[in-house]
């Protein structure tokens, strides 16, 4: 993906780091498409019964959760369980903390980046080609987040089910996973 800025500091020109951006939300997409064919091969491979996909935070940026006919998560409907794990507030904060020490590249819906490019140039008055990459990202981290709450509480709503962190991080078995989702299951 990389990040968008100046190219002496490893960034792109903003134009290349939007095309990066759809190839990786295609690419999520298919990958997500795939899961069915990989509960089958996790099965008939290794005789695993149980098959956990962690789809990554950037899914409720390829979806729409509040389309009911949405592809990827019809498919993904008819064959798991889709779980949101919301943190707290002191999660966030820490994920924000974890972030500012090692800054990454994040996939991002297309609308929130185009607004977020634009009001950091305007806060920042640098162009383009001078944004420092890593300071972009580090401002954004923390306003994507925000703008993911909602878009992860619809998908749940709609598809899925919610689980704490903090109750997901005191699991220490596959029965207490399956106690702590079967108490979320209406």
């Keep these: 993906l990389g990040k968008p800025g100046d190219p002496a500091k490893g960034g792109l020109p903003f134009d290349e780091y939007l095309h990066r951006q759809d190839l990786h939300r295609a690419a999520e997409a298919a990958a997500m498409l795939d899961t069915a064919h990989f509960i089958e091969r996790a099965q008939s491979l290794y005789g695993y019964d149980n098959f956990v996909c962690d789809t990554s935070g950037s899914i409720c940026e390829i979806v729409d959760a509040s389309d009911k006919t949405d592809p990827v998560l019809s498919a993904l409907a008819e064959c798991v369980l889709m779980i949101w794990i919301e943190g707290s507030d002191a999660h966030t904060s820490e994920l924000v903390r974890r972030f500012d020490r ?79 989702v079967a108490m979320a299951l209406p």
């Design 102 to 180: 090692a800054p990454k590249p994040m996939c991002y819906n297309a609308d929130f980046l185009a607004e977020a490019w634009s009001g950091y140039l305007a806060e920042t008055g640098q162009p383009e080609d001078k944004v420092d990459p890593d300071a972009f990202v580090r401002w954004t981290y923390a306003r994507a987040l925000a703008h993911r709450q909602p878009r992860y509480r619809a998908m749940a709503e709609t598809w899925g089910v919610t689980l704490k962190a903090d109750d997901i991080a005191r699991v220490t078995s596959e029965a207490d996973f399956i106690d702590l």
